[in-house]
């Protein structure tokens, strides 16, 4: 898609999406309403999320009955900081300054059979190879097995988009119908223009390559991005809200 395709006038303040750019799925639009209607939208359940158990491989996962979101990406780019901010909590999921925190697979429940899922992260190099290759093994068919999972939080750091493991991460999603939804995170780090171009650069990227899949900026930090990412939640989990009455009708993954 050429770069002038692109309309950048979709962004409010905090950066994330509020029109109908060409990268948005139809589901993006739950997001595009004004900010008041918006707010109405935040669902509060997502505060009584709590610690289940942590997973070593798929064997070890609640039931596959339910619905779940899982968060990947990076090892280090924030999936456990984003899963606490979107809880409302400090320490829900465990973070570290140190690459390769989480190594098994952690569950949240937010609601009866309604799951945030902490994944480890990937391509930090010092692991010891055992456990590389254990995730390796057991990422692809957790994205093809798991008949629970609806949704797929990546979580790129703004700074460092679209590496070749997210890449092949995003193809592995395309391959099984699964829906994306990118949040690039540690936007505290980037002033507003540059972190603006990155979402620009991610959002021409990913509707070339992976057009059903959506974008915005995200800070765990500064608790940005907020209200969009709970919005593709409530969607994915179809945690109901009068708003989301006609995300809630949708198709389940077949
Ligand atoms: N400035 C800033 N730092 C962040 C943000 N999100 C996470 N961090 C920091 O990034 C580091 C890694 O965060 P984690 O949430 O543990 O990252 P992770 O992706 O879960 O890492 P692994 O479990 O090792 O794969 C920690 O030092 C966090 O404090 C953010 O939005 N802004
Ligand atoms: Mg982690």
Redo the contacts with the bound molecule.
């Keep these: 898609m050429a770069a002038e395709a692109v309309n950048f006038s979709a962004m409010d303040d905090t950066g994330v999406i509020l029109q109908n750019p060409p990268w948005t799925t139809p589901a993006n639009r739950l997001l595009n309403a004004p900010a008041a209607q918006r707010a109405n939208r935040m669902n509060p359940i997502y505060r009584k999320a709590r610690f289940l158990l942590s997973a070593p491989d798929l064997r070890h996962l609640p039931p596959d009955t339910g619905r779940e979101v899982a968060f990947a ?10 899963i606490n901010t979107l809880t409302g909590q400090k320490a829900l ?1 465990r ?8 190594q098994q697979i952690n569950v949240f429940p937010v609601s009866d059979q309604r799951y945030l899922i ?1 994944l ?2 990937y391509g ?1 190099a010092k692991l010891p190879q055992a456990i590389r290759a254990h995730w390796q093994r057991t990422l692809p068919e957790y994205l093809q097995r798991r008949r629970s999972l609806r949704g797929l939080m990546l ?1 790129m750091d703004v700074r460092h988009p679209l590496t070749a493991l997210d890449q092949q991460l995003l193809a592995w999603c395309g391959a099984v119908g699964l829906p994306v939804h990118v949040l690039l ?5 980037l002033k507003q223009g540059p972190a603006a171009q990155a979402l620009r650069h991610t959002a021409e990227c990913l509707a070339r390559d992976h057009p059903d899949t959506s974008v915005q900026l ?5 608790a940005r991005g907020i209200e969009t990412a709970h919005g593709k939640l409530d969607e994915w989990l179809q945690l109901e809200t009068a708003a989301h009455s006609s995300a809630a009708a949708k198709q389940p993954r077949s």
């Design positions: 990406g990076r090892s280090n780019a924030g999936k456990s900081s984003a999921a973070t570290s300054k140190t690459p390769g925190r989480t902490d480890p992260g930090f979580i995170t540690k936007a505290d780090k995200f800070s765990a930090l500064r």
